[in-house]
DNA sequence: GACCAGGTATTGC
DNA sequence: GCAATACATGGT
């Protein structure tokens, strides 16, 4: 069986664009996608990657040495945030999870937003043995009330979720048509829901329907941008600036000293 | 206690 | 249009 290069666990499922998956004492990670459970492992990898499910899943039939030479190429700072977690793929997450996850997101930090999803997917989401849940269906949480979700402690965006899940269940949003249609298209559909705009909306594209050329502008990105791109914007990184944002990202997360001026106190 | 967290809706100009 | 502000909750 052939090693999978370019692919880390670490960078790829703690660089900020999933909250299931943990890390076990061993070093191996555990999680849920679509209902399956897989506990994963540098030793495993092989394997998994035979998997037609995860493979898709971690995205490994792409060439990302390929897609990394080509943004190294077009810019220094570029190819050290790529060189930075050359191991970092973008996952294939389900399109409503990663709609539900980046709702719940906002203006919120990482470690809470993994605790809600947990809660979440605890108390509506189907049980699938060995005290693992799948994601709830949006089906299930259209039938809520936002009160109902008070018990997971997402505050304020309670009633986002609700209104993503209705329109989803109800047809309003095909998610799965997103995947084809115009991204402009795309990102004003899912920017109907009350709770997403162009954030939300473009982490819903990249992580949830696997768009590439999105790029989602956070705190953290418009800081990198500013400091790091100055009078660069996300077209110039073209069709998978998506995967440019996910380097730079990542990078600048781990290494906040690079903007210690325009922060007064990280973390 | 103030301030912050992978933002967004609402309000006021 | 664009700047300010509230929003739930939990950590520092």
Redesign the pocket.
Known sequence: MQKILDFDLEQTLE???CFRWERQPDGSYTGVASGHILNISEENIPQIAQDEFWGNYFDLKRDYAKIRADLSAADRTLARAAQFAPGMRILNQEPWEALCS?IL?????????R?IVKRLCEQFGEPIGDGFFAFPTPERIAALEPEAL?EI????RAKYVVDAARKVASGVIDLERLKTAELSDAREQL?Q?????????D?TLL?GLHRLEAF??????KRAMQTLFPGRSPEAFGCYAGIA??YI?HYSRCNPELFAQE???A?
Do not use: L, T
């Not at 402690?153 to 304020?156: A, E, S, V």
């Open positions: 660089c900020g664009q980046f997101s906002q203006n919120n930090n990482i470690p809470r937003i605790g008070c402690r997402c505050g304020f920017m829901i009350h709770g997403v705009g162009p954030k939300v909306a982490c992580y989602p502008m956070d705190v953290w990105m944002q996910q990202f922060r007064q106190h973390g």
